[in-house]
């Protein structure tokens, strides 16, 4: 396998030391991580496009399919307490 050098602090370079099992390379844990976060993505491209659509509308003053909503429907059985 071709490798490359990159930069990292010395701050990440100790977290990596930290989370890198015994026998393992920082390559298996960037990797691993970089595969975690892309699987994990709270929203594709598109789903962002929308929301973010959708927050330029309601910021600028459009409200149209907007429900309200009041806290005052909720029962106090429904709230837990830890």
Known sequence: MA????????????KLCEITPKGKTFDYTLSFLIDY???????SDEGAEYYNKQI????????????????????????VSF
Do not use: A, C, M, T
């Open 3 to 14: 490798s490359k050098k990159i930069e990292i602090s010395q701050g990440v370079h100790d």
């Open 37 to 43: 976060y892309l699987d994990n993505e709270e929203f």
């Open 56 to 79: 330029g509308k309601f910021e600028s003053g459009n409200y149209e399919g907007v429900r309200k909503v009041s806290l005052n429907y909720l029962e106090k059985d429904w709230i």
